[in-house]
Structures are given as C-alpha cells and as structure tokens.
C-alpha cells in the first residue's frame, strides 16, 4: 500500500497532466468578422439573416437624427474593423461621410441596401437672396415601407452570400424566415391602412413617405424643407389639415415638438410620438399604422 504522501505526490502529478493536456487544447474564441449598418432597422434585418456568423454594428446610436448625425471616435474606431459597410441610401449621414469612410477604410466593402427601390423625389421651396427657388430632393426613409423591406433584405442577403459563401444555406433559411415576417408586416399595414383609404395624417418631419405612397395614405408634412416652418407655411399646413380632416400628427423624439404642439392645438388632432428608427422595425411600423387608422 502506498503512504499518504506518495499517494498525495501522485495525485498532484496527475492534476498537473491534466491541466497542462486541457491547455493546449483550449484556443481563444475566434471573433466574428463585423458588418456595420447606417440605422437600427438595418440592423434588425441583418441580424436576421447573419445570425451567429456575423457582429452587427450600428454606426447610428438610438436618440440621433441620422440626417446630421456626426460619428464618434469610438465609432469610428469599431468601423475599422469592419468586412463590409451597408449603406441604407442616401440619408444625410451617409452623403456627408460616406467618402471619408472608405477612404479611411480601403479594404472594406461597401453594399447599397437601397439598390432596387424605387426612390420617391420631393420638390422643396426655399428662399434664397429674396427669391424662392424651388430643389429637388430624394427621400431617403425607404425602410418605412414593408413593400421596400423586401428589397432591403434581398439586398442583404444577396451581400453575405459574397461576404461567406459557406454560409449561403444558413443565410438562405434565416432570410426566408425574414421574408416571412416582412410579409405578415406588410399583410396587417395593407389591411389597417385598407379600412382607411386615402387618409391624411400629419407629420414633422418626412419620414413615412414611402408608407404613404405604397398603402394609399396622404402624408402631410410640417417641416419645410429640413427646416422648421416660417409662421405663413405652418397656416398653410394647418389650414390644410383642417379640410382633409386630419386626425393625428406623428413626431420623433429628437425633433422639436413646438410647432406640433401649435399645429394640434389648431386642428384637434392628436399628437402620436414614433420611432422610425426602432430597431424593433416590425413592431413599429405596425404601431404606425393602427394610429393613422384610429378614429
């Protein structure tokens, strides 16, 4: 029989070989490669579709307008780890920036996810020098419409089938599956908006255009272009919405609701805050719908 201590001496040489066999087989977590996206409802529709394979970021934080939206250091920092960028379009960011970026990050690949849709053009009239010019401008909010998030999501798709081929069956199924809610999403809006044909509902700033167009509502808008109203063009706004008998007025947290305010006031209509930019997308635009529709 062996003494305690040769017993004990052995047992620890034993501990010893394990845990040096257990370290050499252990490697560190390989990192996912990282996509990043403009906008929180990118973002919903890539996780969707990458899963697992990919790391999502989203260079625009909750709470920012991503028409004026200025990148930080710590943003700029992760985009530079980045295989790929999606850009939603042509959003104010994205204009201003998007250059910058790709000179900063050669090896980066760039997908537009606005590739397809038809882009809807607005016609804004300013003043200038005493006189009032009239501009064109396109409107960069596709993601409103469900009928432009199935473009959006092929679009993705599309990109990380080239991003990792391997992974085109995941890929395939996961965007499938997104396919489907889109369409559920897009079932319900056409049949809240269906009870309600050729509704008009007010908003301040522009952003559910393309919902408008694709479901057969009117879209009313306060601001005149990207700025706060002049006292004349809010009369004409309201005066406007009292004959199209509108009943509700939508605004986004980061704007100012001063002129909502005034606009509700004058019209009855109630005041609704939304959130285009939900990450929570299908949830969103669902809610959008039903308050167009309410009574």
Known sequence: MKSPLKYLLCLCCACVVLVGVSSCAWTAPKEKPIVTVTILPQKYFAEYIAGDRFEINCIVPAGSNPEAYDPSPSHLVHLGKSMAYFRIGQIGFEIAWMDKLIQN????????????????????????????????DIDPHIWSSPKNAYIIARNMYEAFVELDPDGRDYYRDNYEALLDRIGEVDSTVTEVLGRVPGRTFAIYHPTLSYLAEDYGVVQLCLENAGKESSALHLKQVIDEARESDVRVVFVQREFNAKQVETFAAETGARIAIINPLNYDWDKEIIRIAYAIAAD
Do not use: F, I, R
Not at 111 to 130: A, F, P, Q, R
């Open 105 to 136: 990050n050669p090896s980066m690949k760039v997908y537009d996810n606005s590739t397809g849709v038809h882009m809807l053009v607005g016609v804004h009239t300013h003043e200038h020098d005493g006189k009032m010019h009239e501009s064109l």
